[in-house]
Nanobody, 124 residues
Framework: QVQLAESGGGLVQTGGSLRLSCAAS????????MGWFRQAPGKEREFVAA????????HYAVSVKGRFAISRDNAKNTLYLQMNNLKPDDTAVYYC?????????????????WGQGTQVTVSS
């Protein structure tokens, strides 16, 4: 059973930065994509960023492009999300997910495994 554990969330002021981590219990898995999603109260879970662990290519939601950066440390089996210039609209629970094919990386329904989530709160 694949296990994912997120960490790094917290409270930050507008314009601040946070780095989220997601430690995976396995080095390889089916599918190409590792991704970050977020869910704010009363809203659906939405795509944030994804990385193709085979090709090392990335893809971002328009709302975070240029502010967030996704990366992976293969030696540590860990996925990261560096979040800069945070805004109050970024407030949400952030989840990491793995298992989707790259063509479906932005869909939350396509990923097989999920972490428990970490809260990010951006104050104005």
């Amino acid at each position: 059973q694949v296990q994912l554990a997120e960490s790094g969330g917290g409270l930050v002021q507008t314009g601040g930065s946070l780095r989220l981590s997601c430690a995976a219990s396995v080095r390889t898995f089916s599918g190409d994509a590792m991704g970050w999603f977020r869910q704010a109260p009363g809203k659906e879970r939405e795509f944030v960023a994804a990385i193709n662990w085979r090709a090392n290519t990335t893809h971002y939601a328009v709302s975070v492009k240029g502010r967030f950066a996704i990366s992976r440390d293969n030696a540590k089996n860990t996925l990261y999300l560096q979040m800069n210039n945070l805004k109050p609209d970024d407030t949400a629970v952030y989840y990491c997910a793995i298992g989707a094919r790259w063509s479906a990386a932005t869909s939350p329904y396509a990923h097989d495994y999920w972490g428990q989530g970490t809260q990010v709160t951006v104050s104005s």
